[in-house]
Every structure is written in C-alpha cells, then in structure tokens.
C-alpha cells in the first residue's frame, strides 16, 4: 500500500491509499479511522508521516476531527449547477435521496418594505410567510425561509407544504414556473441557528437568496435559505463570452 522506493512522499501514498478506501466505501461516511498509532504500525511509517496525511485530508474536507473521539470520514457534499430552476424535493429525489422539512413557522400576514418590492406586491397585501427546515434522509441541509402572495396561491396549507411546493404549483394550479435569480454569498453560522442545522457555532454556511417567477413574469415566490457548507457546493458552466 506505501512504497518507501517509491519518488512519491510517504504521506501522499497514505493520502491516496485513504482516499480510495473512501472512494471504493469501505470505508463509508461517518466511519472512524484507525488511531495514528495503528495507521503507524500498519504501514510501517512514522506517525508524523500520518499525521501529515491525515491533516491534509481534513483540511480537503475528506475527512474531519472530533476533540476526544478521533477522526472521521466527511459525508460528501451534495452538488447542486446552478443552471436549471428546480425545487429542493426534486433535487434530493434526483440524487437518490428522501427529501423532507420540518415546518418552524407559518403564518399569513403583510411583510415590509424591501419584500413587498421584490414581490410586486401593494401596501398592506398579504403573504405567506414560512420558515421550514429541509432534510435530506432526516439530516438538516438548509434553513429556509419563504415568501409567497396569498392571492396566487390561496388555499395552501401546512399540508401541501409537506410536499413538493413546485409540484403542488404546476399540477393542482397549472401555473407555469418559468425562471429565478438567485444570489449566493459566505457567513458565518449564526448562534440562533446551529441548533436547527446541527452545527457548531462559527461553522460556515451558504446564504442563497432566489427570486422565482411565473410565465407571465408575476414574481411568485422569495426564498432565503440558510445552507450547511459541509454539506453543499455549487457548480455552473462558464462560456467564453
């Protein structure tokens, strides 16, 4: 597995070796290493050498430390493009995952200033206002809250809202969604927030800001999520303009 009359450094054969053990699923999310002391012994190298691969693996993100209990194997990142307008349940089902939320906050109410702008809406109009927690396979991925008119969606409920909103949409009402905006920027995890994302405080998450419309361009739909960074990256395809 290490060849010490290989050119290649100790430490990245080590890095390679765990890499594709992870790659392969022997070793599988969530799964403990071998202390530094038994990967020394294993491999017949020094456990500085370990070290070395280990720490460099973390800092990829391949695998993470825990004060007390050890190292562990990351789960990977779900990889959304940002090219292609779908909802958050149709993106878990499409990776093979079980999409759900857990509904924090409904209410029907006016909203202020800056919403109703991005929204078309009059003074005073009414809104849905909705923070929900969505998992994937029962694990927390992101903090969303949502902003819809009354008067496009009128009978929604905190039932519909345990399904595909999108689908709910296009097959009970037959409006079209057409495209969205979407903005993403780094923050840092507020203390409010860890509990419902399970993460630590000063871990860093994605905040995604995306204005939907219909077809005829009726802004229906804003959404601001909170997103884990561990658990989400995004992707898009540039041309050369």
């Known amino acids: 597995m290490v060849n010490k009359n290989s050119p290649l450094p100790l430490y990245y054969q080590l890095e390679e070796h765990l890499k594709h053990l992870i790659q392969s699923e022997e070793l599988k999310p969530g799964d403990a290493l071998p202390s530094e002391r038994e990967l ?21 993100n391949v695998l993470y430390r825990e004060k007390g209990r050890g190292t562990f194997v990351s789960h990977r990142k779900i990889e959304q493009s940002l090219q292609g307008l779908t909802s958050f349940s149709e993106d878990m089902k499409s990776r093979g995952l079980e ?8 209410e029907i109410s006016p909203v202020g200033e800056d919403i109703q702008k991005l929204l078309s809406l ?10 929900r927690i969505r998992l994937a396979n029962g694990e927390p991925m992101a903090l969303e809250t949502s902003y ?7 009978g929604l409920n905190q039932e519909i809202l345990g399904k595909s909103l999108y689908h709910y949409i296009e097959s009970e009402l037959n409006l079209h969604i057409s495209h969205a905006t979407q903005s993403v920027e780094a923050a840092i995890v507020t203390e409010e927030n860890t509990k419902h994302l399970k993460v630590k405080s000063g871990e860093p998450v994605l905040l995604i800001q ?32």
């Open 148 to 154: 819809i008119p009354v008067r496009l969606l009128p």
């Open 99 to 106: 999409p759900g939320n857990k509904l924090l906050h409904f």
């Open 210 to 241: 995306r204005d939907s419309f219909l077809e005829d361009g009726t802004p229906f739909e804003l959404v601001r999520s909170i997103y884990r960074a561990d658990k989400y990256k995004f992707k898009i395809n540039l041309d050369r303009l």
């Open 122 to 131: 009059e003074e005073e109009e009414l809104v849905y206002t909705m923070k």
């Open 40 to 60: 020394a012994e294993s491999f017949k190298i020094s456990r500085m050498t370990v070290r070395q691969a280990i720490t460099n693996l973390v800092n990829k």
